[in-house]
């Protein structure tokens, strides 16, 4: 169960920081802004619930073997919701508004949301190296 749960925040970690810096720069360099900016709308919603899930069931994997961690990725699962359910739909109203001055702070907090999450992955990756009391 515990390689289990590594594996999966693991794939957690890799898959936000694919995602992040890989994906979502590729589409904006790739393609037209018309063409990317709807792409990148639709693919948020299902990036923030690969967040929850993939969280949710590394907490549930680490929790017999480290409370703390657990806590860690609980937090992760936890806060991506707000997140994808308010912050998302704000976003997406400014962008469509034209309300440009809205824009740039919404969309910088999903963003800080996002890499505080890398960190926190991060973190509980580490711990594994030392274990619990690491």
Same mark, same amino acid.
């Given at each position: 169960?515990?390689?289990?749960?590594?594996?999966?925040? *693991? @794939?957690?970690?890799?898959?936000?920081?694919?995602? +992040?810096?890989?994906?979502?720069? $590729?589409? $904006?360099?790739?393609?037209? +802004?018309?063409?990317?900016?709807?792409?990148?709308?639709?693919?948020?919603?299902?990036?923030?619930?690969?967040?929850?899930?993939? *969280? *949710?069931?590394?907490?549930?994997? @680490?929790?017999?073997?480290?409370?703390? +961690?657990?806590? @860690?990725?609980?937090?992760?699962?936890?806060?991506?919701? &707000?997140?994808?359910?308010? @912050?998302?739909? *704000?976003?997406?109203?400014?962008?469509?508004?034209?309300?440009?001055?809205? $824009?740039? &702070?919404?969309?910088?907090? &999903?963003?800080?949301?996002?890499?505080?999450?890398?960190?926190?992955?991060?973190?509980?990756?580490?711990?594994?190296?030392?274990? &619990?009391?690491?």
């Amino acid at each position: 169960m515990l390689t289990a749960a590594l594996l999966t925040t *693991a @794939l957690l970690f890799g898959g936000m920081v694919l995602y +992040s810096f890989g994906i979502a720069a $590729f589409l $904006f360099t790739a393609l037209p +802004s018309d063409v990317a900016g709807p792409t990148i709308r639709r693919a948020f919603p299902l990036f923030y619930l690969f967040v929850m899930g993939t *969280a *949710a069931v590394a907490t549930a994997l @680490l929790w017999p073997f480290d409370l703390w +961690s657990a806590g @860690l990725l609980a937090t992760i699962a936890v806060t991506t919701l &707000p997140t994808r359910q308010i @912050l998302m739909p *704000a976003i997406n109203c400014a962008t469509d508004t034209g309300a440009r001055a809205r $824009f740039n &702070p919404l969309h910088g907090l &999903p963003v800080a949301i996002t890499l505080a999450h890398i960190v926190l992955a991060g973190v509980v990756l580490a711990r594994f190296i030392g274990g &619990p009391a690491a």
